[in-house]
């Protein structure tokens, strides 16, 4: 993907997100990775999505929903009023409970698109810290988050200067071994984690999501 079209793709999320209804409540827009370096091209475009839990849903609507498409949750997990919407994007986990970065990633990504997109409850800047804990107790460094990356959106504000800068290839950061050794990683498991996280994304084809709740 050409960089400047990532970037308007980056932009389009972030005006699906302050415009239109989502699934769940999305409170901040994040991109990372190789789009935040200043590549030209890029392999993949890798967006954060910080989603609020869903209170006051409409949980009295959820077997309409398992009648009419088999998927539990609808009104607890996921808006009942999106999916009147938007039914068409409505997708459920392997237990058949509607997941909510799955229907984030149906309404905002096309199908054969190289973004991966990653939904949690927690802001970017904590995940990144929690999941090099759990990467790093687990030896499973395909799960880490690169913590190179730029706000474009959060609690309804759009940052101009953060994309500007994303244009112009303005935001210095250093390779991500030295990143992830500036997190507490020593210098050999750094390489490793940096190594395999490289390798977990050049095996990932099309549009791609992955949900973490923290």
């Not at 990775?33 to 609020?52: C, H, N, Q, S």
């Not at 071994?177 to 984690?193: H, K, Q, V």
Request: net charge negative.
């Amino acid at each position: 993907m050409d960089r400047s079209e990532a970037l308007d793709r980056a932009t389009e999320i972030v005006d699906a997100v302050e415009t239109e209804r989502m699934p769940v409540p999305v409170r901040e827009v994040w991109v990372y990775g190789d789009v935040a370096l200043g590549l030209d091209p890029i392999d993949r475009l890798d967006v954060y999505l910080t989603k609020d839990v869903l209170f006051g849903g409409e949980a009295d609507r959820e077997q309409e929903f398992v009648d009419s498409h088999g998927i539990e949750g609808v009104g607890k997990s996921v808006r009942a009023d999106w999916a009147d919407e938007h039914p068409e994007y409505l997708r459920a986990n392997a237990n058949g409970h509607a997941a909510p970065e799955k229907c984030l990633a149906a309404h905002l990504l096309e199908d054969d698109e190289p973004i991966h997109l990653e939904v949690c409850n927690a802001s970017f800047e904590d995940n990144v810290t929690r999941r090099l804990e759990g990467a790093k107790a687990r030896s499973s460094w395909e799960q880490l988050l690169d913590p190179r990356a730029a706000c474009l959106w959060a609690e309804g504000t759009r940052s101009d200067e953060a994309m500007r800068k994303l244009r112009e290839s303005e935001l210095p950061f250093p390779t991500l071994s030295e990143s992830l050794e500036m997190l507490g990683l020593d210098e050999g498991e750094a390489e490793d984690a940096a190594k395999a996280l490289h390798e977990w994304r050049a095996d990932q084809e099309g549009a791609t999501v992955r949900g973490d709740v923290v």
